[in-house]
């Protein structure tokens, strides 16, 4: 089955530094990407869609200086928390969408980055 | 992002029962259904899609969907204890995104 990895698993930082994580899709095509957050007993909510070699399209309240997203391959994105605080402590998902198959079911989510802000 | 409304209440049930989910939605224009399971610290997996109303059957899971009342529903039959899982419902809208419910976390008891 479709694979898809973020790295890293789990990152403690201090406040005001910077975090990238990245997303790969290890066996399948990826012209889009999505990038959501979880809080704890919380849905997983939709922060942005990344397209490969195109701008992010970031959802209505979350900040796209502060979540930096560079998608520069069909098998790459990255997501770069800049100036972390510890509101953003939170478990980060992506998703690939499969660039053949086209449905919005065949999306295939990462195993998530949890994100500790000290 | 759209509404979808998913009580997140736990659920427990004795190994072999039934286990009954549901999500409501107040927007027509979803257009498809999805159930996912998600393990501890893990990125979820999806389960089970549908499209139009009616049910889907995959093994030991039923995916119902009702348009009509914006209601989908996940049965788990004869529920194991590896079953034992939080399970969210996902709903597509425009540019293939996805909207998820807040999940039920679902103990299967030996």
């Known amino acids: 089955g479709a694979v898809v990895s973020q790295h890293p698993s789990r990152v403690i930082c201090k406040s005001g530094t910077s975090v990238k994580i990245e997303c790969r899709s290890l066996?399948?095509?990826?012209?889009?990407m999505f990038w959501y957050r979880q809080f704890p007993k919380q849905s997983l909510m939709l922060m942005a869609t990344s397209n490969e070699g195109s701008k992010a399209t970031y959802e209505q309240g979350v900040e796209k200086d502060k979540f930096l997203i560079n998608h520069a391959s069909l098998t790459l994105s990255t997501l770069t928390v800049t100036s972390a605080h510890p509101e953003d402590s939170s478990f980060y998902i992506c998703s690939a969408r499969d660039a053949v198959a086209g449905r919005p079911y065949t999306q295939y989510f990462g195993p998530g980055t949890r994100l500790t802000v000290l | 992002q759209k509404e979808v409304e998913q009580d997140p209440g736990p659920l427990s049930v004795p190994e072999g029962a039934i286990v009954s989910l549901n999500c409501t939605y107040s927007?027509?224009?979803?257009?498809?259904f999805m159930w996912y399971r998600q393990y501890s610290r893990k990125g979820p997996e999806l389960l089970m899609y549908?499209?139009?109303?009616g049910n889907k059957e995959d093994g030991r899971f039923t995916a119902q969907v009702d348009k009509s009342s914006k209601y989908i529903s996940l049965f788990i039959r004869d529920s194991q204890p590896s079953d034992s899982a939080t399970y969210l419902c996902?709903?597509?809208?425009?540019?293939?995104?996805?909207?998820f419910g807040k999940g039920n976390q679902v103990v299967v008891i030996p």
């Open positions: 996902a709903m597509s809208y425009g540019n293939n995104r996805l909207a």
């Open positions: 549908t499209y139009s109303s």
């Open positions: 066996d399948f095509q990826a012209t889009t």
């Open positions: 927007n027509s224009a979803f257009q498809y």
